[in-house]
Protein backbone atom coordinates (compact mmCIF):
# COMPACT_ATOMS: atom_id res chain seq x y z
CA UNK A 1 0.00 0.00 0.00
CA UNK A 2 2.79 2.30 1.00
CA UNK A 3 4.33 1.63 -2.66
CA UNK A 4 1.46 2.45 -4.43
CA UNK A 5 0.98 5.73 -2.62
CA UNK A 6 5.14 6.22 -3.21
CA UNK A 7 4.98 5.48 -6.97
CA UNK A 8 1.62 7.68 -6.99
CA UNK A 9 3.41 10.66 -5.43
CA UNK A 10 6.13 10.45 -7.89
CA UNK A 11 3.97 10.65 -10.93
CA UNK A 12 2.05 13.21 -9.44
CA UNK A 13 4.93 15.02 -8.93
CA UNK A 14 6.37 14.17 -12.59
CA UNK A 15 3.17 14.70 -14.52
CA UNK A 16 3.03 18.24 -12.80
CA UNK A 17 6.46 19.25 -13.37
CA UNK A 18 6.01 18.59 -16.79
CA UNK A 19 2.56 20.38 -17.07
CA UNK A 20 4.79 23.29 -15.56
CA UNK A 21 7.22 22.81 -18.87
CA UNK A 22 5.29 22.70 -20.86
CA UNK A 23 3.05 25.95 -19.91
CA UNK A 24 6.90 27.65 -19.28
CA UNK A 25 8.25 26.73 -22.74
CA UNK A 26 4.53 27.06 -24.83
CA UNK A 27 3.97 30.49 -24.31
CA UNK A 28 7.26 32.06 -26.27
CA UNK A 29 6.29 29.32 -28.97
CA UNK A 30 2.85 31.02 -29.38
CA UNK A 31 4.16 34.39 -29.26
CA UNK A 32 7.33 33.54 -31.92
CA UNK A 33 4.04 31.79 -34.03
CA UNK A 34 2.05 34.76 -33.59
CA UNK A 35 4.92 37.26 -34.50
CA UNK A 36 5.73 35.37 -37.70
CA UNK A 37 2.26 35.27 -38.70
CA UNK A 38 2.26 39.18 -37.76
CA UNK A 39 5.98 40.02 -39.78
CA UNK A 40 4.59 37.65 -42.51
CA UNK A 41 1.71 40.38 -42.89
CA UNK A 42 3.98 43.37 -42.84
CA UNK A 43 6.41 42.36 -45.13
CA UNK A 44 3.46 42.34 -48.01
CA UNK A 45 4.07 45.31 -50.00
CA UNK A 46 0.96 46.91 -50.72
CA UNK A 47 2.28 50.09 -52.33
CA UNK A 48 1.24 51.16 -56.10
CA UNK A 49 4.87 50.44 -57.21
CA UNK A 50 4.69 46.46 -55.59
CA UNK A 51 1.18 46.06 -57.06
CA UNK A 52 1.80 47.17 -60.15
CA UNK A 53 5.39 45.20 -60.55
CA UNK A 54 2.93 41.79 -59.16
CA UNK A 55 0.68 42.65 -61.99
CA UNK A 56 3.03 43.06 -64.48
CA UNK A 57 4.56 39.39 -63.69
CA UNK A 58 1.66 37.68 -63.72
CA UNK A 59 0.70 39.52 -67.00
CA UNK A 60 3.65 37.52 -68.33
CA UNK A 61 2.86 34.23 -66.80
CA UNK A 62 1.05 31.55 -68.28
CA UNK A 63 -1.16 29.56 -65.45
CA UNK A 64 -2.20 27.10 -67.80
CA UNK A 65 1.34 26.09 -68.08
CA UNK A 66 2.63 23.68 -65.25
CA UNK A 67 5.94 25.09 -63.90
CA UNK A 68 7.17 21.38 -63.01
CA UNK A 69 6.79 20.51 -67.09
CA UNK A 70 8.31 24.07 -68.37
CA UNK A 71 8.83 26.12 -66.04
CA UNK A 72 10.44 29.09 -68.91
CA UNK A 73 6.83 28.40 -70.42
CA UNK A 74 5.19 29.12 -66.93
CA UNK A 75 7.20 32.19 -66.71
CA UNK A 76 7.28 33.34 -69.40
CA UNK A 77 4.44 32.21 -71.88
CA UNK A 78 2.04 34.91 -71.96
CA UNK A 79 4.95 37.52 -72.48
CA UNK A 80 6.14 35.08 -76.21
CA UNK A 81 2.44 35.19 -77.08
CA UNK A 82 1.83 39.29 -76.75
CA UNK A 83 5.08 40.63 -77.40
CA UNK A 84 5.25 42.05 -80.98
CA UNK A 85 8.98 42.61 -82.12
CA UNK A 86 8.64 45.75 -84.30
CA UNK A 87 10.11 45.62 -88.00
CA UNK A 88 13.27 48.28 -86.82
CA UNK A 89 14.31 45.59 -84.56
CA UNK A 90 15.84 41.54 -84.77
CA UNK A 91 14.92 41.21 -80.97
CA UNK A 92 12.74 42.16 -78.16
CA UNK A 93 13.35 41.37 -74.34
CA UNK A 94 12.58 43.03 -71.01
CA UNK A 95 16.30 44.68 -71.04
CA UNK A 96 15.90 46.30 -74.26
CA UNK A 97 12.77 47.55 -73.35
CA UNK A 98 13.32 49.35 -69.79
CA UNK A 99 15.77 51.60 -71.80
CA UNK A 100 13.15 52.42 -74.61
CA UNK A 101 10.34 53.04 -71.67
CA UNK A 102 12.67 55.27 -69.94
CA UNK A 103 13.51 57.49 -73.21
CA UNK A 104 9.77 57.75 -73.72
CA UNK A 105 9.22 59.20 -70.50
CA UNK A 106 12.01 61.64 -70.64
CA UNK A 107 11.11 62.22 -74.33
CA UNK A 108 7.16 63.43 -72.46
CA UNK A 109 8.57 65.41 -69.72
CA UNK A 110 11.33 67.31 -71.60
CA UNK A 111 8.59 68.45 -73.92
CA UNK A 112 6.95 70.15 -70.85
CA UNK A 113 6.84 74.15 -71.08
CA UNK A 114 9.81 75.06 -68.34
CA UNK A 115 8.66 75.75 -65.12
CA UNK A 116 9.52 78.63 -62.75
CA UNK A 117 10.53 76.73 -59.87
CA UNK A 118 12.09 73.94 -62.09
CA UNK A 119 15.44 72.38 -61.49
CA UNK A 120 18.32 74.86 -63.19
CA UNK A 121 19.80 71.65 -65.27
CA UNK A 122 15.91 70.34 -66.33
CA UNK A 123 15.39 74.08 -67.64
CA UNK A 124 18.59 74.31 -69.99
CA UNK A 125 17.96 71.18 -71.44
CA UNK A 126 13.89 71.67 -71.85
CA UNK A 127 15.20 74.87 -73.68
CA UNK A 128 17.97 72.77 -75.75
CA UNK A 129 15.37 70.32 -76.47
CA UNK A 130 13.33 73.51 -77.82
CA UNK A 131 15.82 74.69 -79.95
CA UNK A 132 16.26 71.57 -81.69
CA UNK A 133 12.82 70.84 -82.57
CA UNK A 134 12.58 74.43 -83.95
CA UNK A 135 13.59 74.24 -87.49
CA UNK A 136 13.43 77.71 -88.26
CA UNK A 137 15.86 78.65 -85.77
CA UNK A 138 17.99 75.74 -85.95
CA UNK A 139 18.66 76.39 -89.62
CA UNK A 140 19.16 80.04 -89.03
CA UNK A 141 21.61 79.86 -86.24
CA UNK A 142 23.20 76.54 -87.52
CA UNK A 143 23.93 78.42 -91.13
CA UNK A 144 25.60 81.24 -89.29
CA UNK A 145 27.74 79.33 -87.48
CA UNK A 146 29.21 77.53 -90.29
CA UNK A 147 29.79 80.15 -92.76
CA UNK A 148 31.22 82.32 -89.37
CA UNK A 149 33.79 79.28 -89.52
CA UNK A 150 34.25 79.10 -93.15
CA UNK A 151 35.30 82.78 -92.83
CA UNK A 152 37.91 82.26 -89.93
CA UNK A 153 39.34 79.55 -91.50
CA UNK A 154 39.18 78.75 -95.12
CA UNK A 155 36.62 79.31 -97.90
CA UNK A 156 34.42 76.52 -99.26
CA UNK A 157 35.32 76.37 -103.09
CA UNK A 158 31.83 75.48 -103.41
CA UNK A 159 30.69 78.96 -102.00
CA UNK A 160 32.94 81.12 -103.38
CA UNK A 161 31.88 81.09 -106.69
CA UNK A 162 34.76 81.70 -109.27
CA UNK A 163 37.12 83.91 -106.71
CA UNK A 164 38.95 80.47 -104.95
CA UNK A 165 42.32 79.93 -105.39
CA UNK A 166 43.89 76.57 -105.25
CA UNK A 167 47.80 78.31 -105.34
CA UNK A 168 46.98 79.78 -102.03
CA UNK A 169 45.39 77.02 -100.49
CA UNK A 170 47.41 75.36 -97.60
CA UNK A 171 45.89 71.76 -96.05
CA UNK A 172 48.37 72.30 -93.00
CA UNK A 173 47.40 75.90 -92.14
CA UNK A 174 43.60 74.74 -92.30
CA UNK A 175 44.44 72.15 -89.92
CA UNK A 176 45.94 74.37 -87.65
CA UNK A 177 43.24 76.85 -87.81
CA UNK A 178 40.92 74.11 -87.42
CA UNK A 179 42.77 72.80 -84.31
CA UNK A 180 42.50 76.16 -82.74
CA UNK A 181 38.53 76.13 -83.12
CA UNK A 182 38.83 73.22 -81.39
CA UNK A 183 37.86 71.12 -84.33
CA UNK A 184 39.75 67.16 -84.48
CA UNK A 185 40.41 67.08 -88.10
CA UNK A 186 42.57 63.92 -88.85
CA UNK A 187 41.92 64.08 -92.70
CA UNK A 188 45.52 63.61 -94.16
CA UNK A 189 47.41 62.60 -91.01
CA UNK A 190 47.07 61.87 -87.17
CA UNK A 191 48.89 63.33 -84.67
CA UNK A 192 48.90 62.40 -80.91
CA UNK A 193 51.49 62.17 -78.03
CA UNK A 194 52.25 58.89 -76.22
CA UNK A 195 55.26 57.27 -74.04
CA UNK A 196 57.85 56.34 -75.66
CA UNK A 197 58.03 52.72 -75.36
CA UNK A 198 62.11 52.66 -75.42
CA UNK A 199 62.42 55.11 -72.49
CA UNK A 200 58.95 55.04 -70.15
CA UNK A 201 60.45 58.53 -68.62
CA UNK A 202 59.70 60.18 -72.04
CA UNK A 203 57.28 61.09 -74.48
CA UNK A 204 57.15 61.31 -78.38
CA UNK A 205 54.84 62.50 -80.99
CA UNK A 206 53.04 59.77 -83.01
CA UNK A 207 52.33 60.32 -86.96
CA UNK A 208 50.42 58.19 -89.07
CA UNK A 209 47.69 57.99 -92.28
CA UNK A 210 44.08 58.68 -91.10
CA UNK A 211 41.89 56.12 -90.43
CA UNK A 212 38.69 57.34 -92.99
CA UNK A 213 36.55 55.89 -90.32
CA UNK A 214 33.30 57.83 -90.99
CA UNK A 215 33.87 57.38 -94.93
CA UNK A 216 34.80 53.69 -93.87
CA UNK A 217 30.98 52.97 -92.93
CA UNK A 218 29.43 54.99 -95.45
CA UNK A 219 31.23 52.42 -97.99
CA UNK A 220 30.32 49.69 -95.97
CA UNK A 221 27.10 50.68 -95.55
CA UNK A 222 26.50 51.29 -98.58
CA UNK A 223 25.48 54.66 -97.57
CA UNK A 224 26.94 56.80 -100.48
CA UNK A 225 23.93 58.21 -101.79
CA UNK A 226 23.04 59.54 -98.52
CA UNK A 227 26.17 60.97 -97.82
CA UNK A 228 26.30 62.55 -101.05
CA UNK A 229 22.66 64.21 -101.11
CA UNK A 230 23.78 65.30 -97.28
CA UNK A 231 26.97 67.37 -98.50
CA UNK A 232 24.98 68.84 -101.59
CA UNK A 233 22.08 69.90 -98.74
CA UNK A 234 24.82 71.23 -96.73
CA UNK A 235 26.26 73.52 -99.52
CA UNK A 236 22.85 74.96 -100.51
CA UNK A 237 21.76 75.51 -97.15
CA UNK A 238 24.62 77.94 -96.85
CA UNK A 239 24.14 80.06 -100.28
CA UNK A 240 25.48 77.49 -102.75
CA UNK A 241 23.71 76.73 -105.82
CA UNK A 242 22.87 73.51 -106.20
CA UNK A 243 23.12 72.53 -110.33
CA UNK A 244 26.30 73.89 -109.71
CA UNK A 245 27.75 71.81 -106.69
CA UNK A 246 26.26 69.09 -108.00
CA UNK A 247 29.33 67.91 -110.14
CA UNK A 248 31.68 69.46 -107.80
CA UNK A 249 30.74 67.52 -105.17
CA UNK A 250 30.48 64.25 -106.07
CA UNK A 251 33.81 64.35 -107.46
CA UNK A 252 34.77 65.48 -103.93
CA UNK A 253 33.25 62.58 -102.51
CA UNK A 254 34.45 59.78 -105.15
CA UNK A 255 38.36 61.02 -104.11
CA UNK A 256 37.63 60.59 -100.82
CA UNK A 257 36.78 57.15 -101.40
CA UNK A 258 40.00 56.48 -103.50
CA UNK A 259 42.13 57.76 -100.91
CA UNK A 260 39.95 55.31 -97.91
CA UNK A 261 40.29 52.57 -100.91
CA UNK A 262 43.76 52.56 -101.39
CA UNK A 263 44.60 52.78 -97.59
CA UNK A 264 42.66 49.58 -97.40
CA UNK A 265 44.70 48.04 -99.81
CA UNK A 266 47.75 49.26 -98.21
CA UNK A 267 46.69 47.99 -95.06
CA UNK A 268 46.17 44.12 -96.67
CA UNK A 269 49.84 44.58 -98.29
CA UNK A 270 51.40 45.12 -95.03
CA UNK A 271 49.55 41.86 -93.51
CA UNK A 272 50.57 40.20 -96.08
CA UNK A 273 54.34 41.47 -95.62
CA UNK A 274 54.28 40.35 -92.07
CA UNK A 275 52.65 36.98 -92.64
CA UNK A 276 55.24 36.25 -95.30
CA UNK A 277 58.43 37.30 -93.81
CA UNK A 278 58.41 38.95 -89.99
CA UNK A 279 61.73 40.06 -90.46
CA UNK A 280 60.45 43.09 -92.70
CA UNK A 281 59.45 45.93 -90.88
CA UNK A 282 56.21 46.65 -91.10
CA UNK A 283 54.01 49.44 -90.24
CA UNK A 284 50.24 48.89 -89.79
CA UNK A 285 49.52 52.25 -89.34
Not at 99 to 119: L, S, Y
Not at 183 to 197: A, R
Request: one cysteine or more; glycine letters at 2%.
Amino acid sequence: MEKRLIIALILAVIISMALMFALIFARPIIVIAQNSEHLVKENKCLTAGCIKAAGQILERLDENIEPCDDFYKFVCGNYIKKTVIPPSKSLVNLLESIPDKIKRQMHVAIEQPVKDNEFGTISIIKDYYQACVNKTLREKYTRQFLLDLLNQTADWPVLSDDQWNQDEFDWKELMYKYREKGLNLDSFIITSVDVNPRNSSKHIIKIKQPEFTFIKNIVENNFTKAYYDFIVDTAVLLGANKQKVLEELRQSMEFEIKLYNKLMRMKQLNYLLMKCNKDIPIYLG
